[in-house]
Nanobody
């Protein structure tokens, strides 16, 4: 099971750190992706990370403003979002699976999905 947290209301220019926490298994052995979906729009992959020395991948929409990372316990993957814009508002979800980030894309087959956390960016 994956549970996201950390969403909420933030002003434009603000920051949030989203968490994706696994229960029943360790995320250390999985590739993890963060997605978002705004009303009326398709789901978009925001970022992903695999194990080992693979470089994380970011979508153009968040590149330079987002950082994906793992915690030391292996149970949580974070997505730090900075300089938030109104267009970043969406339900953010995480998923875990197997794959790679070769070529700078998230080639991951996901086995587990979280329910999502709402991010609202508004003054």
């Amino acid at each position: 099971q994956l549970v996201e947290s950390g969403g909420g209301l933030v002003q434009p220019g603000g920051s949030l750190r989203l968490s994706c926490t696994a229960s029943g298994f360790s995320l250390d052995y999985y590739a993890v992706g963060w997605f978002r979906q705004a009303p009326g729009k398709e789901r978009e992959v925001v970022s992903c990370i695999t194990g080992g020395d693979s470089s994380p991948v970011y979508s153009d929409s968040v590149k330079g403003r987002a950082t994906i990372s793992r915690d030391n316990t292996g149970n949580t993957v974070y997505l730090q979002l900075n300089s938030l814009k109104p267009e970043d508002a969406a339900v953010y979800s995480c998923a875990a699976g197997t794959g790679s980030t070769r070529g700078g894309t998230c080639k991951i087959l996901y086995d587990y999905w979280g329910q999502g956390t709402q991010v609202t960016v508004s003054s």
